[in-house]
């Protein structure tokens, strides 16, 4: 058996809905409190544009770095196959001038 008897309703006026109660009017405090409150929130949105500006800079500058790495290389590499030929013409040279001067001292 249940001691618990049912409770009859009560009619506090802490219970009353939110409707039943006149509108107050806010206080100075709590209007410098939502003055505050929203110029932090515009502080907080400069601050994101500014990030966002940031961001979009930092990829552009990424996107310009990525091309100019990629020309640097191509360059490179096309530096390289003419050092590479310079080189040879150079080895070549020296050897028709050697054979050239062992030539000109086995006529005389």
Not at 39 to 62: D, M, P
Not at 69 to 84: H, P
Request: with cysteine; net charge negative; glycine share 2%.
């Amino acid at each position: 058996m249940s001691s618990s008897s049912p409770r009859p309703p009560s009619n506090n006026s802490s219970t009353a809905s939110i409707s039943d109660k006149a509108p107050e009017e806010p206080s100075l405090a709590q209007l410098v409190n939502y003055f505050v409150s929203s110029k932090r929130s515009l502080a907080s949105i400069e601050h994101v544009w500014r990030a966002n500006e940031i961001v979009n800079t930092a990829r552009q500058c990424l996107e310009e770095n990525a091309v100019l790495l990629a020309k640097n290389v191509y360059i490179r590499r096309a530096v390289d196959e003419q050092v590479v030929v310079l080189e040879a013409v150079r080895l070549g040279v020296e050897t028709v001038g050697t054979e050239g001067k062992e030539d000109y001292r086995v006529s005389w």
